[in-house]
């Protein structure tokens, strides 16, 4: 058993405990003769101090501490997404139920095992959620770093979904309310503001109200923080953004973006976060029942997952749903106004909407993320930027997503270099979160 598949072993052992969280082991004071994913040039030293990248220099000096000999591997800064759920799912059960630091724990500790180093969870956040930000900010839970968007503003009988509770979504019915509930959510300490404004493709008869989402907007400007917005249609992604959102949650999945759009989002410094992954999950485990034997895939699955998965009538059900052809014609929509947009000099985003469904798995989806946005046209080096610093700009930290002096020591060790080739980011063979390794710790039972 190689590296690699310890790493997976482990991390699956993580996901079907629930008890125990990835565990770090103590700080490694210097990463000696590695090659800085991206860079050109010869092995180089880190030397770590405090969490961060203290130093960055050929054959630095012995240090107090621990040293560590990469032999050559290639390090990359941790993947930032910028758009995940935790607390939704367990196994293929999805509810409120879900929502707690167990359970919230294990999986910040299943996406730091797969290098996503700092995830945001956009809505769906109880009060429990700033409890556990503070855990992971003290290190007493060892993961990814979290940041968020409390609750989230769904509408009155609408979207959202509805198995969030009343603790995990605001659905406000006029716009003092939208207000009252941004500045509540705000106190309480909220990163970002979410909404929700579509129908969820004729699933809800209702939108949001433009006149509430313009109160959402004005308010959480007013506060001081950005607004997410989730879109599918051109039209609602126009109408969000006129009202001044700053970043679009999905990619548009309804039809191509036309150039009023690009300038539109170019006028407003507006960025997208594409979730390419989000309608091809619905149907890839059935197409390609192969992708279960993948390492990257196979030592993380959920149990009661698998089963579904590899159920022939679940596969042949997903095959003959009637939703399909739509399923992949937002895919392929997706796809193509991701490659527009950035080819146009939008911004983009990362993040796979990893969590709030039992399809979209947490790590996995992310590594996937990064193929399709490949797959759409973009080179391995610019996913592998817009992931890492790109991300990190958008969501306004100054403290990660490079390999440089100052930063924080968020890291993956791999084999090649994923800005050359991003399936490399598949061949994990070690991640370090604030300079410890992270390691996941199976279950005691
Ligand atoms: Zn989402």
């Not at 290639?74 to 059960?93: E, T």
């Not at 207000?179 to 509540?184: D, K």
């Not at 992954?277 to 197409?287: I, P, V």
Request: with cysteine; aromatic share 6%; charged share 20%.
């Amino acid at each position: 058993m190689d590296r690699r598949t310890l790493l997976f072993s482990a991390g699956a052992a993580a996901l079907v405990g629930g008890g125990a969280a990835a565990q770090a082991s103590e700080p490694i004071a210097t990463l000696r003769n590695v090659r800085i994913a991206g860079q050109a040039g010869e092995a180089v030293d880190l030397r770590l101090r405090d969490g961060r990248i203290a130093q960055i220099g050929r054959s630095l000096p012995a240090s107090d501490g621990q040293d560590l000999d990469l032999g050559g591997k290639f390090v990359s800064p941790g993947l930032i997404s910028a758009h995940c759920h935790i607390g939704s799912v367990q196994g293929v059960s999805v509810g409120a139920q879900f929502y707690t630091r167990e359970n919230i724990a294990r999986q910040l500790g299943v996406y730091a095992a797969y290098g996503v180093t700092t995830v945001a969870s956009f809505g769906l956040n109880t009060d429990l959620f700033y409890a556990i930000q503070r855990d992971v900010r003290t290190g007493a839970i060892q993961g990814a770093d979290l940041f968020g968007a409390d609750r989230g503003f769904g509408v009155p009988n609408g979207g959202p979904p509805a198995q969030a509770t009343s603790a995990q979504l605001f659905r406000p019915a006029t716009e003092a309310e939208a207000r009252a509930n941004v500045r509540e959510s705000i106190e309480r300490g909220a990163d970002f503001i979410k909404l929700w404004l579509d129908d969820f493709q004729g699933a809800h008869l209702v939108k949001m109200d433009p006149s509430i989402y313009r109160a959402i907007i004005d308010e959480a400007h007013r506060g001081g923080r950005k607004v997410i917005a989730h879109v599918y249609y051109l039209e609602d992604a126009r109408a969000v953004l006129e009202a001044g959102a700053d970043i679009l949650g999905h990619g548009v999945r309804d039809r191509p973006v036309d150039q009023a759009f690009i300038d539109l989002m170019k006028r407003r410094k507006a960025a997208c976060i594409p979730t390419l992954g989000l309608d091809e999950a619905f149907y890839l485990f059935a197409e390609q029942p192969e992708l279960l034997q993948t390492p990257v895939l196979s030592g993380a699955l959920d149990p009661a997952l698998r089963a579904q998965l590899s159920n022939p009538q679940w596969r042949a059900g997903t095959l003959s749903n009637p939703a399909l052809p739509q399923w992949k014609a937002a895919f392929a929509t997706n796809k193509a106004n991701a490659a527009a947009l950035h080819r146009a000099g939008v911004t983009l985003a990362f993040g796979a909407d990893s969590g709030p469904m039992p399809l979209r798995i947490p790590g996995f989806a992310e590594h996937r993320e990064l193929a399709l946005l490949v797959e759409a046209g973009l080179s391995p080096r610019e996913a592998m930027t817009i992931a890492t610093e790109g991300t990190a700009s958008v969501m306004g930290l100054a403290d990660r997503g490079r390999i440089q002096t100052g930063m924080l020591a968020d890291l993956i060790v791999l084999p090649a270099d994923p800005f050359a080739d991003v399936r490399t980011i598949d061949r994990i063979e070690a991640v370090y979160r604030l300079g410890r390794r992270v390691v996941a710790k199976p279950r005691a039972s």
